[in-house]
């Protein structure tokens, strides 16, 4: 007779894990990160495989110097998704450093030193991308249109412009939709006489518009959320209460002032609503736990998103909103808590009704 | 396939689950199919004398008696306790102890019988008039057959059933959920024995005096559900079959009241606080048998599956059945389970040792294959919060774990601890595969452990406080004692002191010499009248 291992109860288990989880995200972002490959070119593809496979390597190596065990966490696919992440939010021109340094930046910094997988504080891509666009200001604004693969740079031209920076091809440098409307904004213009200037909603809603090697595509990131939210890897509470929250603030001003605040719509669809609401914010290690946390804190990234947008002193703050939320996060959680069965919110055992004798025994 | 009918779309509670909960695949067609069979008589009975909640039950035979079926072999003790019975007739060849089945497999008294393939029934209980009875009579009756709830819990059914002295009673819900997956002894019994499960249905709502009966199964039985929906009443007593929602832990005893009431039991209390008293369905046929028939609790349905079994099924078996040759009669095993459980996937015990007996608990026997539990490694908590969405209780797992494993109990019971069912539905979910339910089940130990420790400590202080106090009493007798013998004695010298003067002194008659002891008793008479008063 063999002696079964012991094993705790339950002796069945879900089919969701780690690793399928973060594979499921990807499949989420395939689509947006590969329209977003294909309008930009060879260089962003060398762009995006020189930040995930850093952000990999860089993982390995960290791993290795805690004394972690390398095979599972390496195969988990969080790096990758991380590299990712960081990669998405960078412009499509920008030099192989510039990647390796946010991957670097994610990994070692964001991730790491918290102590790895599920113990950092602040979304990994986030940081890495609100430290390269306060260190690199040039670097990280300098937007190109989206011309096609095959109408832009070849392969020998795209390799001189990420691995040697070459200024030699001729790119048309152009500003994204928000940065644009900002400049515009504070120039003195009004709304009505930008919006002409601006691409239109079905240009957004594609992505035939300058911006971040994979965040301009609205239609094919909210397709992706939509699937992740499908297939329960998030619950739409966190998009649909940042998506509202910018709408609605929107709304209003542009209802009170609409020559000096941009439409709900052009919120929606222009810079990285779509990735923050659904594959940013919804980060599991960063966010609240429970829905009514989940709810505070993606109200109050929308806000934030809103504001800094709209008053701050850059055209997209999306990185900034998130981060400062994941900082609320730990006091969220403490406070806002599932009430417990058969108990009030405080605590206390719901109140026993309806006894014959009141000296039973029940305490 | 029929359209819902409006009466049941007006029933919320078929389309709002409780909260959290997991859906595990149930996996019930592997046994769903095969009819109850009755198991021929093993070759050896070992009968644990603790099969249920409470006290352990008093052996009443020994070694080499001849035992009869149905025979009283162990005697409850206190008023939390259960009655056993002999399952079949034979010779007792040891009252000792035996391995426990329980993954600790730790030897408890047990009695083990060699049934002499007789099966000669012995004297059986007097049967009852469910219709005459009184509720007492019913409830001495099950408590005399040894009935526990045979859903696992164990808990002493006449205890149950007597809770009508202190609580107002209305309603008693018959617990047909079936929520583990793999286990379909309660849906086989629900098809195949619906009358006699009524008939012990009203005799038990009858005892507890309720005006109302639901029966609750849960949608995946649509032919239990249709076998029970032929009766509407039992005992005369107004009846109705509630569907509720195919969800694990739906048959939580709390949770399914909550369902079908839509009143939620505050913490601590008992669903009695609200009215409301459940018992299972296999229970429900045990009280039939008891009192119709005075035929005590000796077999139990069993659902003997999973895909380590060659023929999964539903058998009826003596209590006492070895777990091996229940496997044997069901084909033996296609391959070396993975794990082999008692009970349901989600909160089974697993086993080592195959001799140990099926218990009046024992629901199911499992054989699960590497393929059906994946035993997967760890990985850290990304906190996603599966666990505190699967949690029917609203408890945050992935909270409790971490101050858990950093050694702060008292953390984790001011979130909660001590709220926790050990369903498992948090470790189900869990992604990384984190042992949630057991490091819970780790913390409750290691509670339970302190408290004993820090009530044997306060007994030890109180036992010493109550010596000390004893001796002191003592002493302070003895003092006052001595004080007293002290003062008769210098009474005494004085007396003696004062006769030998007055003879001394002067020529003194001898009869006036006793006139003082008189006086003394006298003057002692009225001080102890003084002290009396």
Known sequence: MTAPMLASGPHTHTRFTVSRTMLTVSVALAPATLFGLYQFGWPAIFLFLVTVISAWVFEVACLWIAGKPIGPFARDGSAILTGWLVAMTLPPYAPWWVGMLGAGIAIIIAKHMFGGLGQNLFNPAMVARAMLLVALPVHMTTWVPPVGILDGPDIWQALAITFAGSQEYDVVSSASTLSHMKSQLGAGATMSEIMPGLA?????MIGLVPGSLGETSTGLLLLGGLLLVGMRIITPVIPLAVLGTIAGLAALTSFVAPDRYAPPILHLTAGSTMLCAFFIATDYVTSPVTAAGKLIYGVAIGALVFVIRTWGAFPEGVAFAVLLMNACTPLIETYVRPRVFGRTRTGKPLPVKKSKSPRGEKK | MTLPSIASLLRPSQYFTVRGGVHPETRKNLSSESAIEDMPIPSLLRIPLQQHIGAEAEPMVKRDDHVLKGQLIGKARGP????????????????????????????????????????????????LRPENATPEEIAAQVAEAGIVGMGGATFPAAVKLNLRARYDLHTLVINGAECEPYLTCDDRLMRERAEDIYDGIGIMARALGVRQIVVAIESNKPQAIAAMQQFDRALGIPSRVQVVPTQYPMGSEKHLVKTITGRETPARALTADLGVVVHNAGTAHAVHLAVRYGEPLISRVVTVSGRGVKRPANVRVLIGTPVAEVLEHCGGLVEDPDRLLLGG???GQPIQNRRVPVVKGTSGILALTAAETPDRDTMPCIRCGRCAQGCPVGLTPFELNARIQSGDLEGAVKIGLLDCLTCGCCSFAC??????????HYAKGKLAEEEGRRHQQEEAKRLAAARKAREEAAAEAKRQMMAKRKAEMAAKKKREAEAAARAASAETPPDQA?????????????RDGGATQ
Do not use: C, K, Y
């Open chain 1, 200 to 204: 239109d909603l079905e240009a957004r």
């Open chain 2, 80 to 127: 939390v306790s259960a009655n056993i019975h002999a399952p079949t007739s034979g010779r007792v060849i040891a009252v000792g102890h035996f391995a426990a089945p329980h993954p600790s497999a730790l030897p408890v008294p047990t009695i083990t019988i060699r049934p002499d393939g007789e099966d000669t029934w012995g004297p059986r209980l007097p049967r």
């Open chain 2, 345 to 347: 996937p989600m909160m």
């Open chain 2, 431 to 440: 992604p990384s595969n984190i042992p949630l339910v057991q490091t819970i």
């Open chain 2, 514 to 526: 006793p006139t003082s002891q008189p006086q003394t008793a006298q003057a002692e008479s009225t």
